[in-house]
Each structure stands twice: as C-alpha cells, then as structure tokens.
C-alpha cells in the first residue's frame, strides 16, 4: 500500500514570512494515464477539510494565488508565499493514483502555527 | 450553493450499528462519486468508502470492509453508510464529501459536510 510521509508535522511561521510542506510518497504517483493525483487540503480550526490543490498544481477555485504546489513522481511541495492569520490549521496531502486497496490515501497531516 | 448535510451520528455501544445520511444540493447529484471521510479525535483525516455517481462501483479502507456498506438514492440526492459491528477505533466525525468526478478515484473531494460524530463506547 502507498504511504504519504509529511514533514515537517509541526511548523511554527511568522506571519509574511514563506512556508513549505514537503510530502513524499512510498511509490511514484504517476498514473497509467501520465497524470499525478496528488491533492493537497487545509483544516482550519474547527472547520471541515478544503481542498487547495489537485493534480500536484492546480489552485482550487477561491484559493488564493500565495498557494502553490509543486513535484513530481515521489515528491511534493506545498508552499506558501507569505502566511497570513487564515492559513494557520492543518495540511494533508492526499493521493489518487494507486487503488485499490482502498482509494485515497491521506498524509499524517502537518500544523501550521503561528510563532 | 453546493451544501452536504450529515446527520445520523450519536453514541452507540461497541458491536452495534448506525447508519449515517448525508443530503446534497446545488449540484447535479448523479453526475459525481460521493466518499465518505472520517476523523478520529486528535487525529487525521482517513478515507473510509466511497461510491460512483451511478452507484455501480463501491469502494471501503480495509479498517471497514465488511462492516460499512456504502449506497446513494439519485432521486433523493443522498448518500448512506450503514455501519455495522462498530468498534471503539470507529470513533471519529464523519465528513461526506463530494468527488471530482463520476467515479471515487484521482482528484479528492471539492466539497465536504460539516461532519457528524459517531461514539462508539459501552
């Protein structure tokens, strides 16, 4: 089975300053069809999961463009230009490439927090 | 607007059942796979089941094979799980979530619910 592996699991940022997430999957992502499903969400505080990218690239609609996610094969970047008060919560990636068992396979999750 | 609203959640004691509902609207129903996802307390995010907009292919994590079963109505926009010999490890708040697409695979959910806790304790 594919396992996600997120680091850093906790990430204290100042407020305008840049943050990374890195994701790294046990197999290559790449699809029978040449595309990559990894997708990355945020989990604010007490709120349901939102979906900021699909693809390892694509912004979701209403996301904002300091977002931006990056990779290939078996590794993976969320970044975030500037990191404002909204963005502290939790991000996972989460892969559609390899099923089954199962489906979709999330990352352990990182937090973002304020320092 | 899109909305997915959950109810059926509560405290039932370990070896019983509860069957989760989830209402959709705003959205051509049929035309996507629907997941259900859950959250333990404390903890990630774990894809459970998920099934495709005509309703033909199902899919469940292993932790729930055999125990959840996953069913939609199109002409009721809804989606069901029906969870049988419940555990203490099924605890958590379950999300419906909306797919990207007609089947369960690729691209994750667009749209979640705002979630139901299930307790699972004697």
């Known amino acids: 089975d594919v396992v996600l592996t997120q680091s850093p699991l906790s990430l204290p940022v100042t407020l305008g300053q840049p943050a990374s997430i890195s994701c790294r999957s046990s197999q290559s992502l790449v699809y029978t069809d040449g595309n990559t499903y990894l997708n990355w969400f945020q989990q604010r505080p007490g709120q349901s999961p939102r979906r900021l990218i699909y693809k390892v690239s694509n912004r979701d609609s209403g996301v904002p463009d300091r977002f931006s996610g990056s990779g290939s094969g078996t590794d993976f970047t969320l970044k975030i230009s500037r990191v404002e008060a909204e963005d502290i919560g939790v991000y996972y990636c989460m892969q559609g490439t390899h099923w089954p068992p199962g489906v979709y396979t999330f990352g352990q999750g990182t937090k973002l927090e304020i320092k | 607007e899109v909305q997915l609203l959950e109810s059926g959640g509560g405290l039932v004691q370990p070896g019983g059942s509860l069957r989760l509902s989830c209402a959709a609207s705003?959205?051509?129903?049929?035309?996507?796979?629907m997941n259900w996802v859950r959250q333990a307390p404390g903890r990630g995010l774990e894809w459970v089941a998920g099934?495709?907009?005509?309703?033909?292919?199902?899919n469940y994590a292993d932790s729930v094979k055999g125990r959840f079963t996953i069913s939609r109505d199109n002409s009721k926009n809804t989606v069901e799980l029906q969870m049988n010999s419940l555990r203490v490890e099924d605890t958590a708040v379950y999300y419906c979530a909306k797919d990207y697409d007609i089947v369960t695979a690729y691209y994750g959910m667009d749209v979640w619910g705002q979630g139901t806790t299930v307790t699972v304790s004697s």
């Open positions: 705003g959205f051509t129903f049929s035309s996507y796979a």
């Open positions: 099934i495709g907009g005509i309703g033909g292919s199902r």
